[in-house]
């Protein structure tokens, strides 16, 4: 049977009907057509559909959207203002944390994740917390780096 | 995904009705092990009851020598928990050493126990400890919980409320993480508790267990050196593309010797 779901995404009061069945990650890709958060894997293993959820990062591949009912939901797309950059996303550009870019999305998230609970992170902490994102391109030096710089920046705009 | 219909307990009572009402219920904890079974479509329930509402299934209390945790408390919440830090600072590590961050934030502690994934770490602190498992009928012993490969002694739609973990003298857990997955190829999790040593093996047999010998062994002597005489039969052992029965053999003599190392620190 159907339900109806409130839920907050990205800032916005949404309600809408969705069958059990239906993953989070698909409501925001298809009922909502936020396609930054993305599916890369069947196993629940990969972070490239990273969201946060009641500001906590989570597999969004991995909740179904009638759990979700009554949360708070944040997507890449929410992170700033069209034209403009998040502090870790700015971080990832400048080093080049990049390359075809699909964990991308899930990397920032749970960077900025990091970024919150560990605001003096070093780099084996970083490693750690990366743990549930996979890369395929590279090589993950260019991440701990744009995190690492993207924590400072964050931690330096905050204080 | 087959179709399913879904409902969120509010209390156990709830919880329960919902159970009882449905064709062929499943709880869902934090869905981290049921959800990709259901994508997978290794499971056809009719009726999801979501326990994420249920207070009486959240706290971590203590109780004289004794911690009691919820089944809904996450991983992340155990790992991050002073009074579980402080009392049993192996039990901390081993949660916060499950899988990985986004999986720690939803996964629970009775999702995990009730699951008695071969490879889950949780199954070796719960019978390395002697813990209690506290359902909504009756309370079970560790050593009786787990029965076998993903089986537990949990009858059908029988709910856990909360584990009581006893404080130990001094414990560890050791775990060769599968590279992928970050589960146990083979953990060790060794607890002395006054007189009584508890040695508990994860990842390596279709389901935990305790190794007597080095149990007796640790008991004359809580030291490294004690295990030294020990062979591990890799006879009930598991094989697998992760790891051969002789290697998995092979790893709990190491793993075990690392815990009582970490133990005495
Ligand atoms: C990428 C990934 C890596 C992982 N790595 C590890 C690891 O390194 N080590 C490890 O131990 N685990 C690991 N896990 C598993 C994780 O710890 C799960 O959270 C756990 O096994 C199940 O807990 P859950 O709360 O998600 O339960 P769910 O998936 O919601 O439920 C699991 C089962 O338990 C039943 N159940 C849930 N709660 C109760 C209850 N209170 N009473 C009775 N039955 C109940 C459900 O009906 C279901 O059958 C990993 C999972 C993923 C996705
Ligand atoms: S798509 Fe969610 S973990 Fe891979
Ligand atoms: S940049 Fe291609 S997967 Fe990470």
């Known amino acids: 049977m159907a339900l109806s779901i409130n839920l907050t995404v990205n800032g916005e009061a949404v309600t809408k009907t969705v069958e059990p069945t239906c993953l989070l990650v698909d409501f925001l890709r298809d009922d909502l057509q936020l396609t930054g958060t993305h599916v890369g894997c069947d196993t629940s293993q990969c972070g490239a559909c990273t969201i946060h959820l009641d500001g906590q990062p989570v597999k969004a591949c991995t909740i179904l959207a009638v759990q979700a009912d009554g949360a708070e939901?944040?997507?890449?797309?929410?992170?700033?203002?069209?034209?403009?950059?998040?502090p870790m996303q700015a971080a990832f550009a400048q080093h080049h944390g990049l390359q075809c870019g699909f964990c991308t999305p899930g990397m920032v998230m749970t960077g900025i994740g990091i970024a919150r609970q560990h605001p003096d992170a070093d780099e084996a902490t970083i490693r750690r917390e990366l743990e549930g994102n996979l890369c395929r391109c590279t090589g993950y030096q260019n991440i701990v780096k744009a995190v690492a710089a993207g924590?400072?920046?964050?931690t330096d705009s905050e204080s | 995904m087959f179709r399913f219909d879904y409902h969120r307990a509010t209390s156990l009572e709830d919880a329960r009705?919902?159970?009882?009402?449905?064709?062929?219920?499943?709880?869902l904890a934090g869905g981290m092990t049921l959800i990709p079974t259901l994508k997978q479509r290794l499971a056809m329930p009719s009726d999801l009851v979501d326990l994420s509402g249920v207070e009486a299934l959240r706290g971590i209390t203590l109780e004289g020598d004794h911690v009691k945790i919820g089944a809904m408390v996450s991983h992340k919440d155990v790992a991050k928990s002073p009074n579980v830090r402080d009392a049993i600072p192996a039990l901390a590590i081993l949660a916060g050493d499950i899988g990985d961050p986004?999986?720690?934030?939803?996964?629970?502690?009775?999702g995990s126990v009730a699951n008695n994934d071969p490879a889950a770490d949780y199954p070796g602190a719960v019978l390395g400890l002697g813990a209690t498992i506290q359902t909504d009928r009756r309370e079970i012993l560790a050593d009786d919980f787990f029965t076998a490969m993903f089986e537990t002694a949990l009858e059908d739609g029988e709910l856990i409320s909360s584990i009581r973990f006893p404080r130990p003298e001094r414990a560890a857990y050791v775990k060769f993480h599968n590279p992928a997955s970050r589960y146990a190829i083979a953990g060790v999790f060794v607890a002395q508790l006054g007189e009584k040593v508890r040695v508990a093996v994860t990842g390596a047999g279709p389901t935990v267990f305790r190794h007597r010998e080095m149990?007796?062994?640790?008991?004359?002597?809580?030291?490294?050196?004690?295990?030294?005489?020990?062979a591990v039969d890799a006879g009930p052992l598991n094989s697998d593309m992760h790891a051969s029965a002789d290697f998995r053999a092979h790893l709990v003599k190491v793993m075990a010797v690392r815990a009582v190392v970490q133990a005495l620190k």
């Open chain 2, 215 to 230: 149990e007796q062994a640790l008991e004359r002597t809580f030291a490294p050196d004690a295990l030294e005489g020990i």
């Open chain 2, 17 to 27: 009705a919902a159970f009882d009402a449905a064709e062929d219920g499943v709880f």
């Open chain 1, 151 to 154: 924590t400072r920046l964050m």
């Open chain 2, 102 to 110: 986004m999986v720690r934030a939803r996964g629970t502690l009775g």
């Open chain 1, 73 to 86: 939901i944040l997507t890449i797309e929410g992170l700033a203002p069209e034209g403009e950059l998040h």
